[in-house]
């Protein structure tokens, strides 16, 4: 069964340092988001992405964050300067587009030190 | 106006036993309603979703009743198992691929 795939799945940091998540969503999908989850609370969207284009953003997506899709396969977040509230579980989730369905990825654990 | 407001945050329930979680929605917009089963570590897994035209929707153990009036959601197991231990999040958004909006979860701990 076709499924999300994330790299790395845990990546530590320097406060200040620039990362990249990466993200390989469903091969037919077309649409894409970042998902972010703090320990122990709730998931909270950050990005959405369609047809080459951020579609929405939330409030915690400023301009330290990014997104692109390189190729015809990859779906990066990058974080310019990371901060120690930076630090969650970064989830990565793909939708066909019929039904609204989203499928979430494993997640990316990014620590801040 | 687009908090999902879930309880309990966290339930033990009896093997066999039938586990029961709330949402409970403002928007009136939102017209697609899943929920996410999510493990230690993992992902969260799309388990079984409904949309606000049916009342009810049964997926083998799993069934999501839908109460449009009362702008509430609930998901019920039945036959619970030790094995459906694991945080459980209800969701909402709109049609058209839009971002979900989700609750804040409930643990779930399936006792034999």
């Known amino acids: 069964e076709p499924e999300v795939t994330q790299t790395p799945s845990h990546q530590v940091t320097q406060m200040g340092q620039e990362v990249i998540l990466r993200c390989v969503p469903i091969s037919n999908h077309l649409y894409f988001y970042w998902y972010r989850q703090i320990l122990g609370q709730k998931v909270e969207f950050l990005v959405s992405?369609?047809?080459?284009?951020?579609?929405?953003k939330s409030e915690i997506f400023d301009d330290q964050f990014s997104v692109e899709r390189p190729d015809g396969s990859n779906f990066t977040l990058k974080i310019r300067s990371t901060k120690l509230e930076d630090s969650a579980m970064y989830f990565c989730?793909?939708?066909?587009?019929?039904?609204?369905?989203?499928?979430f990825g494993p997640g990316t654990r990014l620590t801040v030190l | 106006q687009q908090q999902v407001k879930q309880s309990p945050q966290s339930l033990i329930v009896q093997k066999g036993g039938i586990s029961i979680i709330n949402c409970a929605y403002e928007?009136?917009?939102?017209?697609?309603f899943p929920w996410y089963q999510q493990f230690p570590g993992k992902g969260p897994a799309l388990l079984i979703a409904?949309?606000?035209?049916?009342s009810e929707k049964k997926e083998g153990r799993f069934t999501i009743s839908f109460n449009k009036s009362a702008k509430q959601f609930s998901l019920h197991i039945m036959d619970s198992q030790p094995g459906d231990s694991a945080t459980y999040f209800c969701?909402?958004?709109?049609?058209?691929?839009?971002?979900?909006?989700f609750g804040k979860g409930t643990r779930l701990s399936v006792i034999a």
């Open positions: 928007n009136t917009a939102f017209d697609y």
């Open positions: 989730a793909s939708g066909s587009g019929r039904v609204s369905e989203q499928f």
């Open positions: 969701a909402a958004t709109y049609s058209g691929n839009t971002p979900l909006v």
């Open positions: 992405f369609y047809n080459n284009e951020i579609s929405e």
């Open positions: 409904i949309r606000p035209d049916v």
